[in-house]
């Protein structure tokens, strides 16, 4: 009996080691640096998996930019962000779907979120984000960012789908 107890508990540890591995491996970073100001931001990367769940979305559904833990950024400068200041530091990010064609993406002061419930409120700054059809197709989920000379650009592309934004670093 103990011997079936301890054959059963390595095939479930064989089955799930790789599968812890594979959900550690699809977290991923974006950086930009602007004026000494170091920006990054770390995300779960989902596979498209045939759905697209851009498209899908309905007006008013807000989404935490990835999978596992939510999306954080992290700036060691202040940040203007639709006109607010954000001061430097670690937020999670989230998308808010407004329209047909519109975004935004809403920073949030509580780090160390896992999943589900979305934070629909208690935002410190939001920002619209522009939607737009890509020509290639994104296989996984990819956050990029882009320094110019104050500011830095935001690029979200998964599918055919593009999210997009800027914000100031101050």
């Not at 594979?22 to 498209?48: C, D, F, H, L």
């Not at 851009?54 to 940040?79: F, H, K, P, Q």
């Not at 975004?103 to 949030?108: G, K, P, S």
């Not at 059809?133 to 998964?158: M, R």
Request: with cysteine; hydrophobic share 45%.
């Amino acid at each position: 009996m103990i011997l079936r107890k301890l054959a059963l508990c390595l095939v479930v540890m064989s089955l799930a080691i790789p599968a812890l591995a594979q959900m550690r491996g699809a977290r991923e970073t974006a950086t930009a640096t602007v004026n000494g100001k170091t920006i990054t931001i770390n995300y779960g990367s989902p596979s498209w998996g045939g759905q697209d769940r851009l498209a899908a979305a309905t007006t008013g559904m807000v989404w935490r930019l990835g999978m596992n833990n939510a999306t954080e950024i992290e700036t060691t400068g202040d940040l203007k962000v639709g006109g607010t200041v954000v001061k430097a530091g670690k937020y999670t990010l989230w998308a808010k779907k407004t329209g047909d064609n519109s975004w935004i993406l809403a920073f949030h002061p509580k780090t160390g979120i896992w999943g589900e419930p979305a934070m629909t409120e208690g935002y410190v700054a939001q920002m619209p984000l522009k939607m737009e059809t890509a020509k290639e197709h994104a296989e996984k989920l990819v956050i990029s960012l882009a320094a110019a000379k104050n500011t830095v650009g935001i690029k979200i592309h998964w599918g055919k789908a593009i999210l997009s934004g800027a914000f100031e670093v101050v």
